[in-house]
């Protein structure tokens, strides 16, 4: 229905789109500084910086997260001026650690020849080292330098009038994210169809499917995560422990003889090919089938909140219409597992790579606890876990999951042929009889796609906007007068965005916003 919708939509709108997708608005320069310092215009000219993180451009030694950004809110609920210190302080430090890292990590994105060239316009000493490391080592006593200063100047200031001076100028030169730079503009080249995009977009709210789906596949194939992985560099012992025992069993559904290629409907492994950046094109070998996966950590209902997410990746979204403006090259699919204080999970997230199709798949445990907390559902809803958020949509919440147990392997994962999406959720108890043909998947550091193999170096799958290389599809002109991003692109974890970016994916407080959560929802047994 909703590729429908969209082909009507793209007649009616005409030459209106040709205005495309909007510049995003450029960068700002950072402020000139000499010698390792100004390492930040090397990593943007050699299109390496990580769209996650946005640099103070007046402190080019910070750099913010998204989870920093919803923490600089905290600020004006403080009173006294030692809070405010202390607050800033932690801030100050935290943003100079990211952007250690940050930087570090980015240069492996930089060709060493460029590094090189770097050094002698830049008066930096490589010391007859390799170039790669000396500028790091460079970088690191420029940066602690800066970082020094900073707190020096902190610990100045004089009272709480100074310190609100100093947080206002420091979160003013904080850059725009990519998840809303450049909105303004698009609708205002676009402003004769910002009616009509927007009437579809309530229309598709109001008609779109929010029950269960039955997962009635004539062919299908069960993937398991393989035995004897390896920890994976940069993902802790215990973290990956966790990714290991939840990694869920995958029933794809697959076509045979159909109107595009049977390996569309395989994920399989990442890499990028081509001579350089500006023509990289991302490939998937679905005859090695992967799951990409992270540990991500939340405070929720005042406790932290362990969430495991896994991600898969398809070679193409192949063409099934004559219009069908999703089609294009990779197609994927982010699942999230919150558990509890005993490390059992307690509800599913899924999403579409470009932040599409938004669900939550609650554990029967939940809405148990929930219909205790709650003497019924709100109006209109099914579930008592289901919320009413005033002026967006609300959160399509399909099912209860019943029988998650927390054992391993316990979550079936069903995906659908040509659609690539995730129709249903079970518990390994309740999903009866699973295909016979069976295959292995292994399991991946999602860091592994911000640090590709590639022409000799690494490059990130992600451009510095945050959208998979070489991936843009027709999606993203249609919907530009509705001011959204490239929508229907792929993106980078951090920057997807939901319900028609009325919501970061990883806001903190995401799952507090769109459901009625009772009272130790993540609590466990105790």
Known sequence: MRTRLLRGVGIALGLTLLAGCAATGRIPDLPPQAGAADVHALIRAEDAQDARFQVVTDRPFLQVDLAQRYRMQAYSTLADATAKRDFIRRFVEDAAALDRDAVAHALDRV????IQRFAETHGVSLGGEPPREALRAAVRRDHDAHLAAELARIDGLADTAALDAYWGELSGHVESSIMNRGRLARRLLTAPAVPVIEGWIAYHNWHDDRGPVTPDFRQSVLLEPAAGMQTPVGIGASDWALLRKHAPLVVQEVTEGGAYP??????????????????????????????????????????????????????????????????GPLDGWTVRLSLDAEERPVLVES????????????GAGLEARAAAAYAKPLPKKHFHLEQDVPGKFDAVVPETVAGLDGGAQDLVLYFSAGHHQLVTVRSRARAGELPATRAA???????????????????????????????????????????????????????????????????PLLLEHYLRLPPGAFAGDA
């Open 441 to 507: 998947y292994a399991l991946h550091g999602y860091d592994e796609l911000e640090n590709l193999p590639f022409a000799g170096h690494r490059a990130s799958l992600f451009g510095q906007d945050g959208l998979v290389r070489g991936a843009h599809r027709a999606e993203c002109k249609l919907l530009t007068p509705s001011g959204l991003y490239h929508a229907g692109h792929p993106r980078q974890r951090e920057t997807q965005m939901i319900y028609f970016d009325e919501a970061d994916f990883d806001d």
């Open 111 to 114: 060709p060493e020849t460029a």
């Open 262 to 327: 049977a390996g569309y409907d395989h994920f399989g492994t990442v890499s990028l090919t081509g001579a350089d950046l500006h023509a990289a094109t991302p490939a998937v070998d679905s005859d090695a089938p992967a799951l990409y996966a992270f540990v991500d950590e939340k405070t929720l209902q005042g406790q932290s909140v362990r969430q495991l997410v896994y991600v898969l990746w398809y070679p193409r979204h192949p063409k099934l219409a004559r219009f069908d403006p999703e089609a």
């Open 351 to 362: 999403v579409s790579n470009c932040g599409c199709y938004y669900k939550i798949f609650p």
